[in-house]
């Protein structure tokens, strides 16, 4: 079955630097975009970043663009987001994201705290 699996999260002051991972497995990952969310507490989920399939085409939303850089490794069925310059709004659990065919998957979520 299709897994998703985010690791990385962790608390940091602003500033400071984080890299999530996200080993996927069940699926042919390299056919298909992955996409990171992320949620604060109270409010919805939003779209952070997205990649394409060849991994040669990224999207950010506006507020992370400069600072956050989305990547995947085919081989090893792995999306990567790594986060500099972190700030509090940053904060947040963070999620993989896959859409297959016409199914939508999660992963559990990793925590993402930026905080003096």
């Known amino acids: 079955q299709v897994q998703l699996v985010e690791s990385g999260g962790d608390m940091v002051q602003p500033g400071g630097s984080l890299r999530l991972s996200c080993a996927a497995s069940g699926f042919t990952f390299r056919n298909y975009p992955m996409t990171w969310y992320r949620q604060a507490p109270g409010k919805e989920r939003e779209l952070v970043a997205r990649i394409n399939s060849a991994g040669s085409s990224r999207n950010y939303v506006d507020s992370v663009k400069g600072r956050f850089t989305i990547s995947r490794d085919n081989a090893q069925n792995t999306v990567y987001l790594q986060m500099n310059s972190l700030k509090p709004e940053d904060t947040g659990v963070y999620y993989c994201?896959?859409?297959?065919?016409?199914?939508?998957?999660w992963g559990q979520g990793t925590q993402v705290t930026v905080s003096s």
């Open positions: 994201n896959a859409k297959i065919r016409s199914d939508i998957y």
